[in-house]
């Protein structure tokens, strides 16, 4: 099987499913499978963060990654899942857009993303990881919001309240909202906050924030706020 990824978790292959249901299977029953490895979960502790990316796969909602089944062996676990062979929206921008795409697909990509993002929020979910490159085109022209390995879920520890509160330092340095970057608490808008730092990018091509090192960025982004 083609390799169409790899990280520190696993990779991602290219494969093939003939009975994939028909919203997730294109012309040539091609799949994307999540190979997940199981020493790197247990020894980072994160069989729960498992258990959540799958559950919000299993979610069929119009602009979020699909999945079409799980299984495992002696050493991964295996997603199966949508592939979205319009490419990342980094992508698109580098091949297509290097000076910014124009402003009515903005418009049209930025909200599909929001409404990604109100229908996790709803389900109080916070995404916490969102950024050009886990944002990516399905096979009809529709964006897909992927890899939810980040993923807060409230309903599972806290229970039914209103105190949607989460305190982790994590997410990409470049999409993340001041109270993060502060070690304050944070809630569902850090995820809007990052959906508008994709959208300049989207317009104009470059990251809102400019510095020579990190430390600088983050500080141009914390003034940013103020």
Known sequence: MK?????????????????????????????????IRKDVTLEDQDVEAIHIERDQMNNAYPFLAKMVCTFQDMKFVYFVLELCSGGTL???????????????????????????????????????DLKLENVMFGADGHVRIIDFGMVRDFKIKQGPNNNDIASTFCGTPDYMAPEIISGKKYSYKVDVWAAFVCLFEL?????PFQGSTRSEEHTSELQSRQ
């Open 90 to 128: 980094l992508d698109y921008i580098i091949n297509h857009c290097p000076r910014g795409v124009p402003l009515p697909t903005a418009k049209i990509t930025i909200l599909e993303i929001l409404l990604g993002l109100r229908h996790l929020h709803k389900n109080r979910v916070i995404y916490r």
């Open 203 to 207: 317009i104009e091509g470059f990251s």
């Open 3 to 35: 390799k169409l990824g790899e990280g520190s978790y696993g990779k991602v292959l290219l494969g093939h499913h003939r009975k994939a249901p028909r919203e997730v299977r294109n012309s040539s029953a091609l799949v994307a499978i999540k190979a």
